[in-house]
């Protein structure tokens, strides 16, 4: 546990540091960079590390993984941030909105990498107050690139060790500064994205008789899709299915050749994406037949080469660290979150359960945006969102809680 003395130590450490993590935040949130091409920033990670002692390497190019050991042996704690950024223009009207147009850091990665950064500095600075060894990872394509897996399969764990724990943090759209949320067991869904070509024969759209319209096919497909988690998942298994794009046909009058759908799934298990994406192969063909097309003309199903897998927080590890973040931060200031149909692929560094993992939400709202009742005043910007912008305080709430975190596993083995 964190005794009074180490805490102050951390604090202090933190708010030493505070203007050049503030600089490094601005930087970050002014220069985005997108999927795995994250050079700039990992570039930028990298000497950041280097600059307080770490040993550095590289994976899948732009991972960054940096290793401190302590003077003592003991166990080995990952730690990390991903870096990359959305295809999409940052709204927020802050002096450090994005300056890469079509780029904008609205699900707070710039943030957690550069809590990344204290946290390191923190933890160097206190190298003679733990045994073991710290891996930090500064991990690019998380926004469907499938980052972390490339990351492992580059050999990450295999050159650098396998660690004992992993930990990370999710910045939260609804919590207020200074407040973390913790979630035991299911947090984060699995996700895929999922691509259907649906076939027909074309023809004059004034002569209908002549063709087989894939448009109709298609919305035959959509209502059918609707029914699979309603009718055939269990009703307390949570799964979601969306067609979010319809893309066919050219003019008014001509029955198209093709329609293209383009689907998310999100569920908490494999054997229930399995059993949805069953469902969606079977639907298809049954579509196809009752519209007469040949077997040839069958719709064509392409799943994504890989999926984010489902998080699953360790219970016992989450609730350890949360009686660090209560005695960092008092009781009230930590909460219970929910599970969401989010994706993270964070949870790859688990290996599906082998390793104990647990993703944590760190309040980013200006806090008086709630009521003294605790309710939103006004409109909050969701992740994802143009105007989705964290509150520079919780940089250093981030860091102190992190460090302590890391600290307390560290010496507890």
Known sequence: MIDAELKNKIQSHTAQDLPH????????????????????????????LQQVGYRTGRKAQTGVVGILEGNVPGPTVLYRADMDALDMNDESGLPWASQNLGKAHTCGHAMVSTILIGVARNLAKLREQWRGKVMIIAQPGEEGFDGSGKMLADGLYQDFGRPDYGLAYHMSPTLPVGTLGVVKGRALALAQFVDIWIYGVGGHGGNPHTAIDPVVLAAS????????????IAPLEPAVVTVGSINGGTKHSIIPEEVHLRLTIRCFSIAVYEQIIGAIARICDAEAMASALPKDKYPCIEERP?????????????????KVFVAMQGEKQVVQEEPYTFGEDFSSF????????????????????FGPDGHVKGFLPGLHHPKFAPDLRAIPVGVNNMTAAIVALLNEG
């Open 221 to 232: 497909i959509i209502m059918r899709i609707q029914t699979v988690v309603s009718r055939e």
């Open 350 to 369: 688990g290996l599906r359960g082998e390793i104990p993992i647990s993703l944590v939400w760190l309040g980013a709202v200006d806090p008086q945006k």
């Open 21 to 48: 993590l503030e600089a490094l935040f601005k930087h970050y949130h002014s220069h985005p960079e997108t999927g795995m091409e994250t050079f700039e920033t990992a570039n930028r990670q990298e000497q950041e």
């Open 306 to 322: 890989f999926l984010t897998e489902p998080l699953n927080n360790d219970p016992v590890l989450t609730e350890r660290i949360e």
